[in-house]
């Protein structure tokens, strides 16, 4: 599943890049929804894009990497049965790859899918982000409606 989403993220930012030029907005849904072509130096939703850095984008890298080994970590150590924590950290893995690969590659991240909301912009993202933040909801669903066994607890002392 990781490698199909991995494909799609970066075969969807290689059209991007082909068919619609940069700083440049192909309106799909009018007020609602746009394909613009951004790049974005920063991590998530453009944060930290202005700061100015010779070492930005390795920095960026080598903490994805860390991120990247830490997420097949916790994985192999996740139960079975935890389906959705599982689901998560593929999804976040798999975002994670996409967004690693444009970094190496291009030293910022290919954003496009661009969505306004009664006035309201919402910043661009893509379909690594995407992974991303579904994958994180995924884990905070499983968090809080996972039943807690108060013996396992005692039992980590």
């Not at 991240?109 to 995407?130: E, L, R």
Request: hydrophobic share 50%.
């Amino acid at each position: 599943m990781s490698g199909i989403l991995v494909v799609v993220d970066q075969y969807t930012k290689l059209m991007v890049s082909l068919h619609i030029p940069l700083n440049y907005s192909v309106k799909v849904i009018e007020d609602f929804f746009n394909l613009t072509h951004i790049r974005n130096s920063g991590v998530a939703f453009g944060l930290f894009a202005s700061e100015q850095s010779e070492y930005k984008a390795l920095m960026f890298v080598t903490i994805s990497a860390i991120a990247i080994m830490a997420i097949l970590v916790i994985f192999h150590q996740t139960p079975k049965e935890k389906k959705m924590v599982q689901t998560g950290l593929i999804l976040i893995f798999s975002g994670a790859i996409g967004n690693l690969i444009d970094r190496s590659l291009h030293g910022e991240v290919i954003d496009f899918v661009d969505f306004f909301i009664k006035g309201y912009h919402f910043p661009a993202f893509n379909i690594a982000d995407s992974c991303i933040t579904i994958g994180v909801a995924l884990m905070v669903i499983d968090l809080f409606s996972g039943e807690s066994n108060p013996d396992s607890s005692a039992n980590a002392l």
